[in-house]
């Protein structure tokens, strides 16, 4: 299974970026899809998840910032990210709890992508 990641960049605070992490591979099905950052020196915190029903989970410090979707046809899972602070500079990193074709439930990470906001 691979999870691709785009999206990142560098933007000036206030502004906006979406994210996007599409799975692939022998996957039968995602139960979660999430999104965690990890920052210079901090430990990887979890951004936001979101269930294959719908179900959505955030962190305290993104709530009605950031926005997480996903397309469960498509294996993707987006991160809509407005009003960007300095103190949302991490790497990005894209997660997936993926029951495969096996059977089998592996929990799998994309690669990361950075994202740099400036004020």
């Known amino acids: 299974v691979r999870l691709a990641e785009s999206g990142g960049g560098l933007v000036q605070a206030g502004g906006s970026l979406r994210l996007s992490c599409a799975a692939s591979g022998s996957i039968f099905s995602i139960s979660v899809m999430g999104w965690y950052r990890q920052a210079p020196g901090k430990e990887r915190e979890l951004v936001a998840s979101?269930?294959?029903?719908?179900?959505?989970n955030y962190a305290d410090s993104v709530k009605g910032r950031f926005t997480i979707s996903r397309d469960n046809a498509k294996n993707t899972v987006y991160l809509q990210m407005n009003s960007l602070k300095p103190e949302d500079t991490a790497v990005y990193y894209c997660?997936?709890?993926?029951?495969?074709?096996?059977?089998?439930?592996?929990?799998?990470w994309g690669q990361g992508t950075q994202v740099t906001v400036f004020s």
């Open positions: 997660n997936a709890v993926v029951t495969l074709t096996t059977r089998s439930s592996t929990s799998y």
């Open positions: 979101i269930t294959n029903g719908g179900g959505t």
